[in-house]
C-alpha cells in the first residue's frame, strides 16, 4: 500500500502494519502530532504510564510474555533519558522493544534547543541499532527494518528518533512487504541454520558422554516455544540431567526428574556440581555470564564444551568451546533430535547410571534447605506458599532485584517459557512492577505478580496508578525483609558487617500506600495467615499490594563468592557467622 | 582445559597479560552513514580494545560503502571478539583481519612534518629527507614541510631523527591497508 500521509500517521499506519496491538507511552511536545494520530484512531490502545523509565519495562514485560516485540512512546529529552535504563535492560536480556521518541525540529538539531538531547548518541551502546531520521521519506523504511532488527537474530532493543518536523512532513508511505528488501544493511544476515558437520560432531561427543549436562539459558525462550519443545524432546531422549541459567527458567519443566534446578551464583549444588565435573557440556542458547561461571580458569576443567547460539560474538567470548554451532536454537535442536536416533546406540548406559547416582548423591545435601520458623515467615516459605497456591492458574512472575528474586527463581516452579521475567544480565531494581504492567495488558485473565523487595518497589512504584487506571488486576508480591537484603548479605559478606545503608529506613505503609493509589492493600505477618491472606490477593480482581513481612535478617543460600570455582560452594548450614565475613578472599572482593 | 586458557573480558580476568599480544590490521566496510564511526569507536573504547591507529574514507561511493582501517593491539582471543563484535554492527558489511588473512599486509601512511631551523641543522634536515625519499612540499628561510609516505616504521624514524633537529610539528593519516596478490575483501 502507498499513500500520501504526515511522518505521524506513518508512524501509526506502520505499528498498524507490523501488527502492533499495545503501545506504552507518556507524551511531551516533541509528540504531539503522533499523540493526535492515536487519538483519532482505535485499533492500537496506548497505555499511559507515569514515568518513560515504566513504559520501558511494561514494553519489555509484554515482549517476553508473548514472544511479540514490545513498543514505547517517549517524548525527546527526558523522555528520551528516561528510557536509557530499560533499553539497556532489554538490550542485556536480548528483549525486541521498538522505541519511538520525538525529537526537536530538525532546524533546531545542535543548538541545545528545549528538551534537544544527542537521543541516537545515548542510546547507541544501549541498543542493537537506532536511527534519527531526518527526511519523512525515509520513515516507512525505518520503521519496518526496525521491527525487522528488533525481533530477528538475537533480539534487542532499537530506538527510531523522529523530529517534530518530520512528524509534520508529508511523503509516501509503503507497506513493509511493498517490494522492499526487509533491511538495506547487507552486512545484516542473522544465520539460522546451524553447520551441518558442527552438528554431527556435537552429537557424536553427545553420545560418547560419560558425564553430561545441558547447560540452557535465554536464547531457548527466545528462539520460541518450538525450541522448548525440542529442547523437552532431546533431553528426554537423552536421559541427561539439564540445568538452566535465571532467564532459562521454564524451558524446561523443574517438575521433571531430569531437572537439576538453576545453577549460577544463587544455583542448586547438584546443577554447579554436575557443571564442574561434567565430561561433555552442552550449552543452549546460555552466555557463560560471570555469575554462571564463577572463576572461569576453574570453570568446568575436565568438560568439552558444545555451544549453541545465534549470536557470533558470544562464542569463545568468556569461555573456549570445543564445538561452536552457530544457529537459531530451534534449527539447531530439530536438526539434533533427527540425528539422535542415528547416534544413541553409543551411549554408555552404566556410566550415565553412576554420573546420575553421583547427581542424586549431591541432590541429597538439599541444598536448598532453611530452617523453618512458626513465628516469622521465612522469605523461602513465602515463596513456596505462593507458589503451591498459584501453580494450577495461567500465572506469570515478574521480579524486582535482590534475594527475592534469587528466592522466586529458587523456589517458584516453572513450567513453561515466558512465565519468568526478570532482570537478568543488567539487574534492575524497579524491572518487575511495570514488567508485570506489560504482561497484564497483554494476558488480561491471567494471574501476573510481581515478587518484589522493600526497596526495590520503591523504584517504579508510581505504576500502580497505571494498573488502577486501566483495571490490570496484578499482584505486587512484597517479600518485606526492612533491608536492601541482598546488599545487606554482601556487607556480611565483604565488609565485617558493616550495613553501611542498607536498612530500609522509613518504609511507606504498603497498605496504606495501596490504597491512596486506589488499590488493594494486604499485609501477613505471621506463617498461619499467609495462605489466607494469599488466597485473598488471588480472589480480589483489582491491583494488590501484598506487604508479606519476612524475616529480617535471612540470607540466600546456597551461594558461590565472587572469585571461587563451582566446587567452592557456601551452604546455607555452614555458614556460621564468623566465617560469613572470611568466606570472600582480597582478590574476590575486587569482583562485583 | 581452560586452565590454560586466558579468559577475555569478564569481571573474572584476574590473570595478566602478559606478552602474547597481538597487533593485527583489520579493515571494516561500512554503510558510510551518519554516526557509524561513532558506533565503530564506541565499541572499542566500551568494551575497552585498544586502537593504536584508525583511518577511514568512502571507498565505493556509488554504494556509500566506506573502508575503515584500524590497527589494534590484544590476546589472540580479544583480536577474534573484535572482529565478530564489529561483524555485530547493523552497518557493517564485511570484516577482515588482514593480518591474519594477508599474511603481511601492506601498510602504508603519510606524513606531513614541519622542521624549523637555520644553519646546519637546516641543511641536515634536507639531507635526511632527500635520505628517506621525502618531498618538500613548503619552504621558507627558516623552515621545512616534508611529506613522507611509506611503512609506519619508516615514517616513525624519520619522525625520531627530525625531532633531533627542530621538529615542530606533525600530522600522520594513519594506516592505509591491503593484502598482496589478486584477491580483493570487497
Ligand atoms: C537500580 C539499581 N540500583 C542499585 C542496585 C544494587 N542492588 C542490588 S540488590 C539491592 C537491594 C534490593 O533490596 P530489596 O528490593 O529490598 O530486595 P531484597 O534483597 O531485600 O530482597 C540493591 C541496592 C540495583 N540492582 N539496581
Ligand atoms: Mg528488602
Known amino acids: 500500500m502507498t499513500r500520501e500521509m504526515t511522518g505521524a500517521e506513518m508512524v501509526i499506519q506502520a505499528l498498524k502494519d507490523q501488527g502492533v496491538e499495545h503501545i506504552f507511552g507518556y507524551p511531551g511536545g516533541a509528540v504531539l502530532p503522533i499523540y493526535d494520530e492515536l487519538f483519532q484512531q482505535d485499533q492500537i490502545e496506548h497505555i499511559l504510564v507515569r514515568h518513560e523509565q515504566g513504559a520501558g519495562h511494561a514494553a519489555e514485560g509484554y515482549a517476553r510474555s508473548t514472544g511479540k516485540c514490545g513498543v514505547a512512546l517517549a517524548t525527546s529529552g527526558p523522555g528520551a533519558t528516561n528510557m536509557v535504563t530499560p533499553l539497556t535492560d532489554a538490550m542485556m536480556d536480548s528483549v525486541p522493544i521498538v522505541c519511538i521518541t520525538g525529537q526537536v525540529p530538525t532546524h533546531l538539531i545542535g543548538s541545545d534547543g528545549f528538551q534537544e538531547c544527542d537521543t541516537v548518541g545515548i542510546t547507541r551502546p544501549c541498543t542493537k541499532y537506532n536511527w534519527l531520521v531526518r527526511d519523512v521519506n525515509d520513515l516507512p523504511r525505518v520503521l519496518h527494518e526496525a521491527f525487522y532488527i528488533a525481533t530477528t537474530g538475537r533480539p534487542g532493543p532499537v530506538v527510531v528518533d523522529i523530529p517534530k518536523d518530520v512528524q509534520f512532513a508529508v511523503g509516501t508511505y509503503e507497506g513493509p512487504q511493498n517490494g522492499r528488501a526487509r533491511t538495506g544493511y547487507e552486512g545484516y544476515r542473522p544465520q539460522v541454520k546451524g553447520d551441518r558437520d558442527a552438528i554431527r560432531k556435537a552429537m557424536d561427543l553427545i553420545a560418547t558422554a560419560k558425564k553430561p549436562v545441558f547447560y540452557t539459558g535465554g536464547g531457548v525462550i527466545n528462539s520460541g516455544t518450538a525450541a522448548c519443545q525440542l529442547l523437552r524432546e532431546l533431553v528426554r531422549a537423552t536421559g541427561f540431567p539439564i540445568t538452566s541459567t535465571l532467564m532459562g527458567l521454564g524451558a524446561y519443566p523443574a517438575s521433571d526428574k531430569q531437572w537439576l534446578g538453576m545453577l549460577g551464583m544463587h544455583g542448586t549444588y547438584e546443577a554447579n556440581l554436575a557443571m564442574h565435573d561434567c565430561d561433555v557440556m552442552v550449552n543452549i542458547g546460555a552466555r557463560f555470564d560471570d555469575r554462571i561461571t564463577g572463576r572461569t580458569d576453574a570453570f568446568s576443567p575436565n568438560s568439552k564444551k558444545i555451544h549453541i547460539d545465534i549470536d557470533p560474538s558470544s562464542i569463545n567470548k568468556v569461555i573456549r568451546v570445543d564445538v561452536p554451532i552457530l544457529g537459531d536454537v530451534a534449527h539447531v535442536l530439530e536438526e539434533m533430535v533427527r540425528l539422535w536416533p542415528s547416534v544413541s546406540h553409543q551411549v554408555d548406559k552404566t556410566a550415565l547410571k553412576s554420573w546420575w547416582s553421583e547427581i542424586d548423591h549431591w541432590r541429597s545435601r538439599d541444598s536448598l534447605r532453611y530452617r523453618p520458623n512458626d513465628k516469622v515467615i521465612m522469605p523461602q516459605y513465602a515463596i513456596q506458599r505462593l507458589y503451591e497456591l498459584t501453580k494450577d492458574r495461567e500465572t506469570y512472575i515478574t521480579t524486582e532485584v535482590g534475594q527475592h528474586q534469587m528466592w522466586a527463581a529458587q523456589f517458584y516452579g516453572f513450567e513453561e517459557p515466558n512465565r519468568w521475567m526478570t532482570s537478568g544480565g543488567l539487574g534492575t531494581m524497579g524491572y518487575g512492577l511495570p514488567a508485570a504492567l506489560g504482561v497484564q495488558v497483554a494476558h488480561r485473565d491471567a494471574l501476573v505478580i510481581d515478587i518484589a523487595g522493600d526497596a526495590s518497589v520503591q523504584m517504579t512504584m508510581q505504576e500502580i496508578s497505571t494498573a488502577v487506571q486501566y483495571e490490570l488486576p496484578m499482584k505486587i508480591f512484597i517479600l518485606n525483609n526492612s533491608y536492601m537484603g541482598m546488599v545487606r548479605q554482601w556487607q556480611q559478606l565483604l565488609h565485617g558487617n558493616r550495613l553501611s545503608h542498607s536498612y530500609s529506613e522509613a518504609l511507606p505503609d504498603f497498605v496504606k500506600l495501596a490504597e491512596a493509589y486506589g488499590a488493594v492493600g494486604i499485609r501477613a505477618e505471621k506463617p498461619d495467615e499467609l495462605d489466607d491472606a494469599i488466597r485473598e490477593m488471588i480472589n480480589v480482581k483489582r491491583p494488590v499490594i501484598f506487604d508479606c513481612v519476612v524475616a529480617n535478617l535471612a540470607n540466600c543460600f546456597p551461594m558461590i563468592p565472587s572469585g571461587k570455582a563451582h566446587n567452592e560452594m557456601l551452604l546455607g548450614d555452614d555458614v556460621p557467622e564468623q566465617e560469613m565475613s572470611t568466606a570472600i578472599d582480597e582478590e574476590g572482593k575486587m569482583l562485583v | ?186
Open chain 2, 1 to 186: 582445559m581452560n586452565a590454560q586458557l586466558q579468559p577475555t573480558g569478564s569481571a573474572y580476568f584476574l590473570t595478566d597479560l602478559g606478552n602474547e599480544v597481538e597487533t593485527h590490521t583489520l579493515s571494516v566496510v561500512v554503510t558510510n552513514e551518519p554516526g557509524v564511526l561513532a558506533r565503530v569507536i564506541g565499541l572499542f573504547s566500551g568494551r575497552g580494545y585498544n586502537i593504536d591507529s584508525l583511518t577511514v574514507s568512502e571507498t565505493q561511493h556509488e554504494k556509500h560503502l566506506s573502508r575503515i582501517t584500524i590497527v589494534t593491539t590484544g590476546l589472540p582471543s580479544v583480536l577474534e571478539q573484535i572482529r565478530h563484535q564489529l561483524d555485530r554492527l547493523v552497518p557493517v558489511h564485511q570484516v577482515a583481519d588482514l593480518t591474519v588473512e594477508g599474511g603481511d599486509p601492506l601498510e602504508r601512511e603519510l606524513a606531513l612534518a614541519k622542521v624549523a631551523g637555520t644553519g646546519e641543522a637546516r641543511l641536515e634536515a634536507l639531507r635526511l629527507a632527500q635520505a628517506f625519499g621525502a618531498t618538500t612540499e613548503d619552504a621558507t628561510l627558516e623552515s621545512f614541510v616534508f611529506q613522507l609516505a611509506g611503512r609506519p616504521r619508516e615514517i616513525e624514524r624519520f619522525i625520531d631523527l627530525m625531532s633531533e633537529i627542530g621538529l615542530v610539528e606533525v600530522s600522520r593519516t594513519g594506516i592505509a591497508a591491503v593484502t598482496r596478490g589478486a584477491e580483493g575483501i570487497k
